[in-house]
């Protein structure tokens, strides 16, 4: 099977990106930024509470993590619920010890089903930001427009009325998109979104309902990344996540205020042979007195109180 | 369909001439950073899919996206700190989107050499007019973009056809001469140069590039600790500094090596090859251009010597 010549027509060949959502331009030739009481690094830790239906319908894809086997997958559905049942509960107490003030991305679906969870949350000092209906529900090119609608519109105003709070950011399922979910998001009154994960600091991110501002949340250094897909070991785990947090440490010395952004979900960092693993991070983040560990919805207002006026991208 | 690779003969390890790199190093060590752009909704391919979700593929995209914000600069900066020039496997393309990275790389007198136009336009299904306009538009941007004549050439994505060494030869020729299209980092076949044999006769060679130090490969493909990678790159040096008259390279992604959680291991292996005293810093076009006029005719007068003795 041959090309035919316009695969060698390329029209979006031009300065900046081959889309217009953003603009480009390199971290280190931004302003400097700092963070309050002059912190340098802010950290934000994100803790993905999710749901994954038994009958998986698997449109477009099997999302990772999700049932694997033959209907009916009880294997993977309760290693997955035991996350919401045991795992979260040690994941809870250890930010209670070291005072991590966490952002819970939470699937709008089990928000609903589990009051009691939803309840626990609450008192955390913590935000609350949308993950989508449940794990899924994905976003995807392709998918219907109304479809869509319906679902971002559906988790945005459920988890709103549960938690009676604005619920301003979003995560989507398995950080996946469709050409609309941008539009979607501004239009159900999002701030902010965390899929794209192009940057170490925010960015404005522009839809045709008015502007986002992308909250970068790493898939790199994620615990199902690392341990889950990459099946390295928990303590290499904790060795990456420290070297990350060295790294960005040093480089805002240079460079002005940087961000770790550390996500973890209940199911994995909750198994009793991989808790101490979590403890060990949050110690080691919470004993630095460089950092500034905070919610991404104030890590956001902090940024871009200091972005306005300027020509910040 | 052929059954082999025919452009180069087999060619024992054992007992071959000396190569003598300058200035007695027993070893040539590079660094060729790809600088990539890969697109949000490239044009399907009949042999290849671009993404494996549907576009956008927002993770995909935009963790490439993050290596030349965030990541380019880091490396560029790591290599400063060592002295070393880089060797860019470029997305051509990339001259027009993200202009600012090539000129610092221009200033630092890094070497460019094209990697294609794009990491989502693969050379499947192209006849040989449409490859080889594809390899001139890479080898003209890099001309407009930086003043260099092309010298060597990896192909997008991997991607190859059974003309893409001619081709690039054939095309470097015919723009810059002997200056142009006289290697390849397509072949992993050897840890030392080897002439390549092309139609047009050119005097051209592969120089060593590595898939097993590329960190794409380690952290991606084989998902290596980036601990246990600083052991590769450690263990891979040392061998080849022992052996001598070899070539090492680390083939890097300012996606993948860039990330925070793995820069100390990178560092680390800079630190340790190039604290050794004999090994010649260089770049690809450096050791292409030795290769030929030092060890090019010695080899290829061995393996004809070979080759007549045994004939396969």
């Not at chain 2, 292996?269 to 090019?296: C, F, K, M, P």
Request: charged fraction near 20%.
């Amino acid at each position: 099977m041959n090309v035919t010549d316009d695969y060698l027509q390329y029209p979006w060949r031009r300065a900046g990106y081959d889309h217009e959502r953003y603009e480009w331009s390199m971290l280190t030739d931004r302003p400097k930024v700092s963070w309050p009481r002059g912190k340098r690094l802010a950290v934000w830790v994100n803790l993905s509470l999710q749901f994954y239906p038994l009958n998986q319908r698997g449109v477009p894809f099997k999302v990772p993590n999700g049932m694997t086997m033959p209907y009916p997958d009880l294997r993977h559905f309760s290693l997955r619920d035991y996350g919401n049942r045991v795992g979260v509960f040690r994941v809870l107490e250890a930010f209670e010890r070291y005072s991590i003030r966490p952002t819970l991305a939470i699937n709008a679906q089990l928000a609903q089903d589990n009051p009691y969870l939803l309840n626990r949350l609450a008192g955390l000092d913590g935000e609350f930001i949308c993950h989508g209906w449940n794990m899924d529900h994905l976003h995807y090119g392709g998918q219907d427009l109304e479809e869509e609608t319906a679902v971002v519109q559906r988790s945005v105003e459920t988890l709103r009325e549960l938690t009676g709070r604005p619920v301003r950011g979003w995560l989507s399922p398995a950080k996946s998109q469709s050409w609309n979910t941008p539009e979607l998001l501004a239009k159900n009154g999002i701030e902010y979104c965390c899929d794209w994960v192009n940057d170490d600091m925010p960015y404005a991110f522009q839809t045709a309902n008015g502007p986002l501002t992308m909250m970068p949340l790493s898939s790199e250094i994620e615990d199902q990344f690392v341990i889950g897909q990459n099946l390295h070991s928990e303590d290499s785990w904790v060795q990456q996540v420290k070297d990350a947090f060295d790294y960005l440490l040093a480089e805002s010395a240079e460079q002005g205020g940087r961000m770790l952004a550390l996500n973890i979900h209940p199911w994995l960092m909750g198994q009793p042979h991989r808790i101490a693993c979590l403890e060990e991070v949050l110690a080691y983040i919470s004993g630095h007195d460089a950092v500034w560990q905070a919610p991404a919805g104030e890590i956001l207002d902090h940024f871009k109180a200091q972005s306005e006026g300027s020509s910040q991208p | 369909m052929k059954e082999r690779v025919d452009a180069y003969q087999y060619w024992p390890y054992e007992q071959r001439p000396k190569i003598q790199w300058p200035n007695g190093a027993r070893i040539a060590f590079w660094v060729a950073p790809n600088i990539e752009y890969y697109e949000l909704d490239p044009p399907s391919n009949p042999h290849r899919k671009p993404w494996p979700q549907p576009h956008p593929a927002v993770p995909g995209y935009s963790i490439r996206d993050y290596g030349n914000r965030v990541g380019h600069a880091r490396q560029m900066a790591l290599l400063d700190k060592y002295r070393i020039r880089g060797s860019i496997s470029l997305s051509t393309a990339l001259c027009d989107h993200h202009p600012e990275i090539i000129e610092l790389c221009r200033e630092r007198d890094w070497e460019f050499f094209s990697h294609g136009i794009y990491n989502t336009r693969y050379t499947y299904g192209m006849s040989e007019a449409q490859e080889r306009e594809m390899i001139r538009d890479s080898i003209e941007t890099i001309h407009r973009s930086t003043g260099q004549a092309c010298a060597g050439y990896l192909a997008p994505a991997l991607s190859h056809s059974e003309h893409t060494l001619d081709l690039f030869a054939e095309v470097g020729q015919e723009l810059f001469g002997e200056q142009a299209g006289i290697y390849t980092c397509d072949l992993f076949h050897d840890d030392q140069p080897t002439p390549v044999n092309l139609r047009s006769g050119k005097r051209f060679i592969s120089v060593p590039y590595s898939m097993e130090m590329n960190d794409t490969i380690a952290y991606v493909v084989n998902k290596v600790e980036p601990r246990h990678y600083l052991q590769m790159l450690k263990r891979n040096f040392d061998r080849l500094y022992a052996e001598g008259g070899t070539v090492m390279c680390i083939p890097t992604h300012n996606y993948q090596v860039s990330c925070p959680h793995r820069m100390k291991a990178f560092e680390e292996a800079l630190e340790y090859i190039t604290g050794h005293s004999d090994v010649w810093v260089t770049t690809g076009r450096e050791i292409a251009q030795h290769y030929l006029a030092n060890d090019y005719d010695t080899a290829q007068l061995a393996i004809a010597e070979l080759t007549s003795r045994s004939p396969r």
